[in-house]
């Protein structure tokens, strides 16, 4: 019997709800594989690894955008505990038998099985919060067909048959969700038992069962004896790298190669964002932190006093500005909303800065506020109006000195003239105004959010 037989391969029916609860107490997915019956191979690990390099090279020429998120990928031979392969955005673990099997068959199903993992990253189905309080084994499920059907349409390696994989052509183009509802109805309304199986063992980014004694935890977190565990903060980093990886391999790759819709829509998100504003004003700032931490060499002031310091400290400080275009209808009522959305993620924070100013033609009543006045900041007095000039703003920056970390504007998105200097600091344009034809004015630089008001 080839097949890994995960003790979660069979749904009934009724049990469907059942389990959803289940998973929801415990917090584990079902992810403890049983070791499985590949014939021992009789190949090296060089050779067995070297097959998956041929892949990932093959994927380049044929498929650059998989190849060049393939590349990131680490090959750990994780022989000991995943009977297939795994991902977590970061390594690609794989069962040596395994592939060489594949490889056998078919090297063709090895770049299949390459291709597989590179879109469980793509997709970021490491990630738990889309899962919501759906079924886990039935989700990952969702997400397989979803992938298989993916790589079939981009004609990436040729469709594993090695063993069986969640495949159905009506599934193409859905994604995981209307899959998952599909699958759902079946099982629940026609009482279908849902035999399928992953190709894979779905890690769910908090090591083997998101408890730190989890399986992951043991051995010398390697990756070969477990899941190699991060903590929360490396996953989002992983997670955050990965994204911004397939924009840019997207980009590189523009026109080569056949991207699956999915990717596509994907991608389209990622530039276009149609996040509510508060979760982009929240995430914007956040990402400052985090680029922060990512800069955990020694920082180059350090560097040249000849001392060795770690480039974040705890007196590190983040520092916002946020303008308020007066030009337009701005309401006090939005203007407050606005505020007190700041000042909530600030204070999430121990060391901040917000400088916070008015303007139409100039800067009116500019104000540092700290942890320290914070209580103050909602008292801040809102002043100017008239013609427009959002050129003002930077010249301020400029005079002052300040170098924002982000700098969010709101505005009715009509600049007189020029949105501003775009290489000067990350920017952030609220726009509350309708725009032309309903449509929301986009500047050419930075990033733009609608501004919409709380119903
Ligand atoms: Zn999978």
Redesign the pocket.
Known sequence: MHRLSKKVGVFMTTNVAKRSTATQENGAPDTTPQMTAWPVTTKTDEQVLDYLIRARVKLLISAPFFGTIATRLKFIDASKWCPTAATDGKNFYYNKDFVAALQDKDEEQVVFLVG?EVL?CVYDHMDKTRLGKRDHQLW?IA??YV?NNDLVEASVGVKIDLVQICFEYKYRNMMSEEVYDDLFRQAEEEGRVITQQ???V?LDGSGEDGEDDSPGAVGNNDGTEGPIKYNKEELDQISNDMQSAVLQSARATQGAGNLPGGVKRLIDDLLNPQLDWHELLAMQIQSVIKSDYTMLKPSRKGMDAGLYLPGMDYESTIDIALAMDMSGSIHSSMALEMMSEVKGIMEQYTNYRIHLFCFDTEVHNPQVFTENNMDEFMEYNIEGGGGTDFECCWNYFKEEGIVPQKFVMFTDGYPWDSWGDESYCDTLFIVHGDGYGGQTPTAPFGITVPYTREK
Request: aromatic share 0%; hydrophobic share 20%; charged share 20%.
């Open positions: 597989h469980h990952n997400n397989d992938i992953t190709l894979d779905h």
